[in-house]
């Protein structure tokens, strides 16, 4: 079992920047961690994700604008948010996975982020 974390969310104006991160309860050197997120009356979508090796990828409408990273020392991960639009506005989960290893998935409970003038 994995418990995940996440903490720094809030409110923003449009323009501005935000780091979420994630905590983990124990190593996740074997697991693909991620951020997704879910807006009101939408289905939950891939914002980024970031592989054992640090192979990153990122949902089409955050390219450029957000980055993923992983401390494996410190079982954490973050997601850097700049220029954030009031599109981004959702609840935010991180996710770690190792479906192909052993079919484990772990989510945490999500943090809020809302963009608004």
């Known amino acids: 079992q994995v ?4 903490s720094g ?5 449009p323009g501005g920047s935000l780091r979420l991160s994630c905590t983990a309860s124990r190593t996740i050197v074997t697991f693909i961690m991620g951020w997704y ?3 009101p009356e939408k289905q939950r979508e891939l914002v980024a994700r970031i592989t054992v090796g640090g192979t990153t990828t990122y949902g ?3 390219k450029g604008r957000f980055t993923i990273s992983r401390d ?13 639009e009031t599109d981004d506005t ?17 989510w945490g409970q999500g943090t809020q982020v809302t963009v608004s003038s």
């Open 60 to 62: 089409d409408a955050v």
């Open 72 to 84: 494996d020392d410190e079982n954490m991960v973050y997601l850097q948010m700049n220029n954030l």
């Open 37 to 39: 997120r879910q807006a």
């Open 3 to 6: 418990q995940l974390v996440e």
């Open 9 to 13: 969310g809030g409110l923003v104006q």
């Open 90 to 106: 959702a609840i935010y989960y991180c996710n770690a996975e190792r479906r192909l290893l052993d079919g484990s998935e772990y």
